[in-house]
């Protein structure tokens, strides 16, 4: 396979005119450092509000991030990635609530079991190309809520809650969504660095190699099979983080918030806003598309016609800017080609 | 078990099944004609209720009038879609149409529910009923499953015994082939889409006869669409209407044999198995 | 040519909004409220979510009706009067929570940190009011929960959180006294519901209720939340012959149930649904509303007033029954529904719980809605001081109400128990 990675890449690297590779590191380390910024200001600051915003756009970028390795890098549209949030999310509730197992082993276990059953799902459907897998994702996310709204140890369709006491453990519900921040914070900039690295490996070309021909590249010697089920294990680890640590802090858990449809919808967005396939398109389609969408809906002119702004201005950037913020950019001016992923 | 509430059950989803295939016609005729996975297919079939809705309600027609109008509609609405949303990247990988019909949804739902709230509305249309012990046939479902039948037998004329649909079958077969052939492609497409469109409207319009409505009840019937047109194979409009049937059947026979919440988990378990194991559908060839 | 130029404008849109955006976000809070003129009035704001998009839009907005109205009566009255002599002038702030918890943390956020709200009133429903607590609870502001009814949200030790409805454990055991009251030979029960967090807490409750009181529930099952035909089901139930059918959900599927079971002509004697049949609109089915039974928070027939609460011993607080009805019609040409009566009621005792304390602080105005046990148009109501079960709802009961055909054909909604309440007597279907 070593090989064969290396011989795809010369090849991909020609089609795609990218071969001359520039260091991109600081590239990288500019990223982090943004989100980093960004991140302290609440925590300087000690406004619990813009840390509550920060913690949305931040999962808005997770989201975003994650499905973008299956999607943008490999060309699978997971409709349903959502499955991995509230599949983590429940299992983290489940052990924190019954188990008193702490946020993070418990977050932890719930990423490694989502990533597991990724791999178990994904050997079978990554068999199926464009609509059909599109599809797919749609249906298991819509079996996995239906099966959890009746099934007893996750508390069926009344869902589970925490005693506020269950906080006191982290130092009262204040610091418990402190904590709840830094989890995210630390997601992100995982997720972030799972995409860049990922984007910048000889996996990342397989996979892109995949995206553009899996034919051709089979011929080339790539494992389509292998490359896309480890894009997929990776993909559902960061929601799986997400939703624990989200329902964590919401303190309730019930399958219609934690497996809803349109949530996973939104992450798409997200990443046709930014850039399809780029690392930074994620992340700027994420903060942009929550707070768009935190201002539509708390504004006075616009609160009950946000859905329908939301739907128009995604036609518009579908139609007539369809790489995306990031993707536009990088087509526009050659010379950022070197330092945007 | 009892006998005569599963065939009762049996009998009601079978009818409602109809419906069912009507709606999931027209998802598949577009994704057959044009790869496109309509993603406003749940709120165009709630504009088709609300289309018999106020027709009946502000113009006093009769519902049934209402249908033919609403069929119109329907196909209107889905030409102008497809010029104003789909048409520009109809070349685009399935994302991209999957996003553009995903717009035009969002802004259906936000628009509708400014327009009428989410207060559910209803009919009230009664035909009265034919009855024998524990099976009631209710004049409604019986003139739905006769409209059904009206509008699939339709489009397969309209498929097979015309000039357009011969055209309509060419662009599914090979675009750049048809259009070669001199078939006007953009303008076959068009009506395509307004043809998947106009049937989803009549389904939403059959439907608002039978149940209350709300503008966000197009949901349910948009996943189980999906659902029917893999049962029945992607692209075959024939097979979805059998797969509808076979769907509304399997709902009523699985509610007498298992708690009726887990009637969801059986139906999409065997949707992804369907997938995994026949793409193609239960009547595709096999890959 | 035109598609580039589209694109460059795109584009050019795109950042600009971006840029805008990021600016907005950078910029300070809105500017704090106008004070009102005069220096012994003092301006307050209650704030809330409420879902003006999504399916909980129309219980949700009785409840802002009424709440609204609650606003004009004290603005009309010149205000909440306190112990030095100031004048305390409320208004509401709110923000669309889009139906769903997702954003609802946030929301209260920025309601508590960047408009100062001075109190808050939860969202609808309990799923959206128990994540608001969460953070209203952590900020130490006082919160009133109307349209939430869940037990299990008021048993998580909170201090400040206050419930008004009646928990949901409650909202069916009534029924099951009724039929008891009506018939003693009626004892088989099937108990339906939708499979949604509300429904099913009520359900179970009932189903153990109505086993300890010796009744036989001949089936117990949950139906998803987007089923639309219930025909298959309806047969299943009829086969197992009940007396009695319980259960439910919400407006919708308890519509949709109630007209069904009607076409299906379900011998069944008795039908008691959440949620459905209290609204005006349900009636709207016509004669498959005949008969059917519904649990309510509040009805416009609801018997208490000055004498009741002297009776009881018990102050009275705020309008009549027939004042609160009377101005809601004026206003929203329609009748009050229990979530409207809900909304109003909520503002009405963080007014009582303002003037019993003089105070705007929080802590005393907590004391005083600890003490508070009193009768209004809305009922009789008193939270619980329990540490465990602290701010739930311990006195306000349930009316139930029924659909009956008056002798001009018209429906009316009855109140039918309990039977200090009633406005006529019970009807078994037929």
């Not at chain 3, 979510?49 to 399916?55: D, I, L, R, V």
């Not at chain 3, 359900?203 to 298959?232: H, I, Q, R, W």
């Not at chain 3, 609109?281 to 509040?298: H, R």
Request: glycine share 10%.
């Amino acid at each position: 396979m070593k090989t064969t990675a290396t011989e795809s890449r010369a090849v991909v690297g020609t089609r795609f005119g990218e071969r001359i590779r520039l260091n991109l590191q600081p590239f990288y380390w500019l990223m982090l450092a943004l989100i980093l910024l960004a991140a302290f200001i609440p925590i300087v600051t000690g406004s619990s509000n813009l840390r509550e915003q920060l913690f949305l756009v931040l999962m808005a970028v997770i989201l975003a991030s994650s499905v973008n390795i299956i999607m943008g890098y490999t060309g699978y549209v997971s409709f349903g990635h959502i499955v991995f949030f509230g599949i983590g999310g429940y299992i983290a509730f489940f052990l924190m609530l019954n188990y008193q197992v702490h946020l993070v082993p418990a977050a932890l276990v719930a990423g490694i079991a989502a990533s597991g059953l990724a791999l178990l799902i994904g050997i079978p459907v990554l068999r199926l190309r464009g609509a059909y897998f599109a599809l797919a994702t749609i249906g298991i996310n819509e079996a996995v809520r239906s099966f959890v709204n009746n099934f007893e140890p996750f508390g069926g369709s009344v869902g589970m809650f925490f005693n506020v006491q269950v906080f006191e453990a982290y130092g009262g519900s204040r610091n418990a969504l402190w904590l709840a921040y830094y989890g995210i914070v630390a997601v992100a900039l995982l997720t972030v660095t799972a995409s860049y690295l990922i984007k910048r490996s000889k996996f990342g070309l397989g996979l892109m190699a995949i995206r553009e021909d899996q034919d051709a590249a089979q011929v080339l010697g790539i494992n389509p099979t292998r490359y896309k089920v480890a894009a997929y294990t990776i993909s559902a680890l960061f929601p799986a983080l997400a939703g624990a640590i989200f329902f964590f802090k919401n303190g309730i858990i019930e399958p219609a918030p934690a497996f809803n449809l349109t949530a996973s919808i939104v992450s798409l967005v997200a990443v046709m806003l930014g850039g399809f396939g780029t690392v930074a398109g994620p992340i700027i389609g994420g903060v942009v598309y929550d707070r768009l969408r935190e201002f539509l809906l708390t504004s006075s002119i616009f609160s009950s016609l946000h859905v329908a702004i939301a739907g128009v201005l995604l036609l518009l950037i579908v139609l007539f800017v369809p790489a995306g913020l990031i993707g536009e950019l990088r087509r526009r001016i050659p010379i950022l080609r070197r330092f945007i992923e | 078990m009892n006998l005569e509430a599963l065939l009762a059950s049996g009998i009601d989803g079978l009818m409602l099944g109809f419906v069912y295939g009507i709606a999931a016609m027209g998802l598949t005729l577009i994704f057959g004609v044009m790869r496109v996975i309509n993603l406003a297919h749940g709120p165009i079939i709630a504009l088709g209720m609300f289309s018999v809705y106020l027709l009946t309600n502000q113009l006093g027609l009769n519902p049934y009038l209402a249908i033919p109008i609403t069929v119109l509609l329907g196909l209107a609405f889905g030409m102008v879609m497809y010029f104003v949303a789909v048409n520009r990247v109809i070349n685009e990988p399935e994302l991209t149409t999957l996003l553009a019909t995903f717009a035009v949804s969002l802004i259906i739902i936000g628009l509708g529910t400014v327009a009428f709230t989410t207060t559910p509305r209803a009919l009230d249309v009664n035909l009265g009923a034919l009855r024998s012990g524990q099976i009631t046939v209710l004049g409604t479902k019986a003139v739905a499953v006769l409209i059904a039948i009206l509008v699939a037998a339709g489009l397969y004329a309209l498929l097979y015994r015309t000039r357009v649909g011969k055209s309509i079958r060419a662009v599914a077969n090979n675009r750049s082939a048809a259009e070669i052939m001199g078939i006007n492609t953009r303008g076959i497409l068009a009506f395509s889409f307004g043809l998947g469109t106009a049937l989803a409207a009549t389904a939403g319009g059959l439907i608002a006869t039978l149940f209350a409505f709300t503008i966000l009840s197009g949901g349910t019937f948009e996943l189980k669409s999906f659902v029917i047109v893999v049962l029945g194979g992607l692209g075959n409009p024939t097979g979805a209407l059998v797969g509808g049937i076979l769907l509304g059947l399997l709902e009523g026979v699985f509610t007498i044999f298992i708690p009726v919440g887990w009637v969801p988990v059986i139906e999409y378990v065997i949707f992804v198995l369907i997938l995994l194991v026949r793409p193609n559908g239960l009547f595709g060839a096999r890959t | 040519m035109s598609h580039k130029h589209f694109r460059m404008i795109g584009l050019g849109v795109l950042w600009s909004l971006l840029i805008i955006l990021v600016a907005a976000c950078a910029a300070p809070a809105s500017a704090p409220q106008p004070a009102q003129s005069g220096a012994s009035t003092k301006p307050i704001v209650i704030g809330f979510t409420a879902s003006q998009t999504g399916k909980l839009n129309v219980e949700s907005k009785k409840q802002i009706q009424g709440m609204q109205l609650w606003l004009d009566d004290v603005k009309k009255a010149g205000g909440i009067k306190l112990a030095d002599g100031t004048m305390v002038m409320p208004d509401i702030k709110f923000y669309d929570d889009e139906s769903t918890t997702e954003r609802v943390q946030a929301l209260y956020t920025k309601l508590i940190n960047e408009d100062n709200v001075d109190f808050l009133i939860s969202p609808y429903s309990s799923g959206l009011a128990k994540a608001a607590a969460v953070v209203s609870e952590q900020n130490g502001k006082v919160m009133l929960t109307t349209g939430a009814a869940d037990d299990a949200t008021m048993e998580q030790g909170f201090k400040s959180t206050y419930q008004l409805y009646t928990p949901a454990s409650r909202y069916l055991a009534g029924a099951v006294d009724l039929l008891g009251q009506m018939d003693p030979a009626l004892k088989k029960i099937a108990i339906v519901h939708e499979k949604d967090s509300f429904s099913t807490s009520v359900a179970n409750a009932a189903n153990e209720y109505a086993k300890s009181k010796g009744y036989d529930v001949v089936l117990f099952e949950g139906y998803d939340t987007g089923t639309t035909d219930f025909s298959p089901f309806i047969n299943k139930i009829t086969a197992a012959s009940p007396d009695a059918i319980m259960g439910g959900g919400h407006f919708q599927d308890g519509t949709t149930l109630a007209k069904q079971l009607y076409e299906k002509q379900v011998p069944v004697k008795f039908v008691a649904l959440l949620v459905a049949p209290p609204e005006p609109k349900f009636v709207e089915i016509g004669d498959a509303a005949n008969g059917i039974i519904g649990p309510s928070q509040w009805e416009p027939l609801v018997k208490y007033s000055p004498e009741s609460a002297s009776a009881a011993n018990l102050p009275w607080y705020g309008p009549t029954v027939a004042n609160f009805v009377s101005a809601y019609k004026a206003k929203y040409n329609e009748d009050p529904s229990y979530h409207a009566a809900g909304g109003y009621a909520a503002g009405l005792l963080l007014q009582k719980a303002i003037e019993d304390s003089g105070s705007l602080d929080a802590a005393k105005v907590q004391a005083a809605l600890d003490k508070m046990d009193l009768l209004t148009f809305y009922g009789h109501v008193k939270f619980s001081t329990d540490a465990k079960t602290h701010g739930k709802q311990d006195a306000h009961s349930m009316v139930y109400m029924q659909w009956q055909k008056g002798a001009d054909g018209k429906f009316v909604s009855q109140i039918v128990f309990p039977p200090e309440a009633k406005s006529a007597d019970a009807q078994l279907r037929k």
